[in-house]
């Protein structure tokens, strides 16, 4: 197992730079960089793209040719424009300018925000705890509603108990996860209904002078209606997973060996079945986390007015705030690929017959 983790882990390198050079790559060529944000808000406050369905350029470069470049930059002087070139960097080569961010990531230095004047650890390290809140809360109730309701629907397949709930969950999984959100809000944050959670943020502004009773119930008071939001579509997954598992494992021939012997039904079923059953659904928890922290995390971040990372992420590709988004990018990458890693340790973990060495071998 140890050498088959060592190369795993070796897999991370050439996969972050595979991630790295196909993103800066593509960034190259999108319009409205943070030259462009600048020149458009000097220009009036307009966005950085409207200025791109403009006439031509009042701007003349060093040569007395018009700068073609920053379409939107009537006006401005040349030496002003390579200025904040050089400030950003682009005065630079695009591979120099690579190898100069890869270099300083291994040394984790990830720069400092174009517009925020802070460095993008800080930024990611203020917004974790939103995030890690709503990825594991929500990870943590769909597997403690799922597994358990999954079992119950598998012992008994095709009952009107299996129908109705696989009608439910169906239905859940089909609304939209924003729109549940906005649902939410209207029932129960003070829309036109009633008023028993609050519209926004994680905690409340006088958390600091609570008990800590008080700030753990505060905090799940304001947690509440985004994990509910972030977790709806996420039980009919992992409940057809779990049933589907355990119908596969009870129609196997141990299970009726099992039965033969006189075992009860609770012992064949979680003393025979449940570790064999569960495999797939224990060991895809990571995945499922990591699934849930970013991906599902920036609209529920946005109904809510919660900031975390999801959030962190939109507005900095809207800025095109390139430190931050490819800091982050190499980040999450990086997590990704070690639960990857920690997936398969999963498997060992609750199966020790696996054994992907000899599979490779």
Known sequence: M????????LLVIPTLLGIMIVNFTLVQFVPGGPVEQIIAELQGGGDAFESFAGGGSDVETQSGAPNEEYIGARGLPPEFIAELEKEFGFDKPPLERFLSMLGN??????????FRSVSVIDLVLEKMPVSISLGLWSTLIAYLV?????????VSDGSSFDTWTSGAIIVAYAIPGFLFAILLLVLFAGGSYWQIFPLRGLTSD?????????????YFWHIALPVIASTISAFATLTLLTKNSFLDEIKKHYVMTARAKGLSESK?????????AMLIVIAGFPAVFIGVFFSGSIIIETIFSLDGLGRLGFEAAVARDYPVIFGTLFIFGLMSLVVGIL???????????????????
């Open 2 to 9: 140890g050498a088959y983790i060592l190369r795993r882990l």
């Open 105 to 114: 990531y291994m040394r984790l230095d990830f720069g400092e925000s174009y």
């Open 146 to 154: 799922s597994i358990p309701l999954g079992i119950r629907k598998a």
């Open 206 to 218: 006088n958390f600091d002078q609570l008990s800590p009773l008080g700030k753990v119930l505060d």
């Open 268 to 276: 064949v079923l979680y003393g025979h079945v449940f570790r064999n």
């Open 343 to 361: 997936s398969d340790l999963m498997y060992v973990l609750v199966d020790p017959r696996i054994d992907f060495e000899g599979r490779e071998g």
